[in-house]
Nanobody
Framework: QVQLVESGGDSVQSGGSLRLSCGYS?????MGWFRQAPGKEREGVAT???????NYADSVRGRFTISRDNAKNTLYLEMNSLKPEDTAVYYC????????????WGQGTQVTVSI
């Protein structure tokens, strides 16, 4: 069993920055960040495989950066140039089983970007 705890969500103005953190209870395999806006389906934001390869959604590429610090058991999502359309609950996930299908999920952290 792996516990994931997100933090760092906040309300910011358009163009601002935030860093989300996800603490995990033990070193795991692939990890990723997802988000779900009101009335929309959950979507993948960024993924980080255990070999270090990354993948980003087109909507965030160049603005968001995913990274992990295994010494601190923490996954990060650095978000810059935030836009109102980035407003969503952001979830951390671990151990991919398929496309956008992960075995473990965090409880989510709210990010709100205002104009």
């Amino acid at each position: 069993q792996v516990q994931l705890v997100e933090s760092g969500g906040d309300s910011v103005q358009s163009g601002g920055s935030l860093r989300l953190s996800c603490g995990y209870s033990r070193n795991v395999c692939s990890m990723g960040w997802f988000r779900q806006a009101p009335g929309k389906e959950r979507e993948g934001v960024a993924t980080l495989d255990y070999n270090g390869s990354t993948n980003y959604a087109d909507s965030v590429r160049g603005r968001f950066t995913i990274s992990r610090d295994n010494a601190k058991n923490t996954l990060y999502l650095e978000m810059n140039s935030l836009k109102p359309e980035d407003t969503a609950v952001y979830y951390c996930a671990a151990c991919r089983r398929g496309v956008n299908d992960y075995r473990y999920w965090g409880q989510g952290t709210q990010v709100t970007v205002s104009i």
